[in-house]
């Protein structure tokens, strides 16, 4: 299989994961189940795209670019839809929060500096240390992330202090690495994983898994950026099944609008990300829309800024996506 093909079906299915990123920030009744799925198999994803040989000046200016560009977009859009919050003092308190990143900032900046943590540090394990222990140190980071999250972590969301915000979300890594080097080991079974069958298998298993989590009152729940990962077995099956099934829909979609929009949706999932939490504050909180109207606008506005004034612009191109720097994002 072709290695364009390759990135056209990851890019599909990137542009099907953000969407879900935008639904779950939304009043969807079910967001609890994306949270099963959405942010591992991102790192995932990443995983299959990682390449040897990483520039690291490179990166840091491909993932902190468009971080520093956007962190001031999304502290200008809070001023603007809360004026009364504007003073010196927030000004320096928000972007403080924006450099600590983490559970310290809403919505999904945490991502790109766990990201690139995940793919230096997964680079660098992999240049110096044998394959036998790397993998023996992955096995042994998912199962101190786990012991970590049920020792330091409470159940619930609300009850997470500040005193429990790490810099960069840098407890997360201990998931986030093993889940970025399952991608790497599923590109030796990429042609299994893009047949039909598999889509269709991996979909009855993604539907039994829900029907049993209900009937059985097994209660899952995942959620990386507040370190609630506290099912060892079931944070790995249940977020690669969920994976597959997405990659391999991707394959099969076949050609029209909604694989096209996908498409680019994907390639530009970083901008979606990005921006629709700012225009939450900006817009959609200031109007009680539905889960449906929340999610198509804050998916397409961020879209169309791209397609009308990212891709027409090589400053815009530099500044919002760090193209120019010759270096892939994984």
Same mark, same amino acid.
């Given at each position: ?8 079906? &990851? ?5 099907? #994961? ?44 491909? +993932? ?7 962190? &001031? ?12 919050? &504007? ?53 042994? #980071? ?31 890594? !201990? ?24 889509? &269709? ?40 099944? +969920? ?29 979606? !990300? ?45 500044? +919002? ?10």
């Amino acid at each position: 299989m072709g290695s364009l093909k390759r990135i056209d079906y &990851l890019d599909i299915a990137k542009g099907f #994961l953000i969407i879900s990123v935008v639904l779950s920030h939304s009043e969807f009744e079910y967001a609890p189940m994306i949270y099963w799925f959405h942010m591992p198999a991102f790192f995932i994803i990443s995983g299959m795209l990682f390449k040897d040989g990483l520039n690291l000046e490179a990166q840091i200016k491909k +993932f902190f670019l468009p971080y520093l560009t956007f962190s &001031l977009v999304d502290m200008a859009f809070t001023f603007l839809a809360y004026p009364q919050d &504007l003073s010196l003092e927030n000004v320096i308190l928000y972007g403080w929060r924006h450099i600590y990143s983490g559970k310290a900032i809403p919505g999904v900046f945490w991502f790109v500096p766990c990201l690139f943590l995940t793919k230096v540090i997964f680079n660098y394990g992999k240049k110096y240390i044998k394959k036998p222990y790397f993998t023996a140190l992955i096995v042994l #980071l998912y199962l101190a992330g786990h012991a970590y999250s049920l020792k330091v972590i409470p159940d619930a969301v609300e009850n997470i202090t500040t005193s429990m915000y790490l810099p960069w979300n840098i407890d997360v890594l !201990m998931v986030a690495i093993p889940y970025y080097a399952i991608g790497y080991v599923m590109n030796d079974c990429i042609s299994i994983i893009t047949k039909k069958s598999t889509f &269709l298998i991996s979909l009855i298993l993604c539907v039994v898994f829900y029907e049993l989590n209900l009937k059985l009152g097994i209660y899952y729940f995942l959620n990386l950026k507040f370190s609630e990962f506290k099912f060892v077995v079931l944070d790995l099956v249940v977020p690669l099944i +969920f994976t597959i099934c997405i990659i391999s829909f991707s394959s099969i979609l076949v050609e029209g609008r909604l694989r096209r929009f996908l498409l680019y949706t994907g390639k530009n999932s970083l901008i979606v !990300m990005y921006l629709h939490k700012p225009l939450e504050s900006f817009l959609l909180s200031k109007v009680n829309f539905g889960y449906i109207t929340y999610t198509i606008i804050g998916t397409l506005i961020p879209v169309l800024f791209s397609l009308i004034i990212v891709d027409r612009h090589k400053i815009a191109q530099l500044v +919002f996506k760090g193209k120019g720097i010759k270096v892939r994002y994984a």
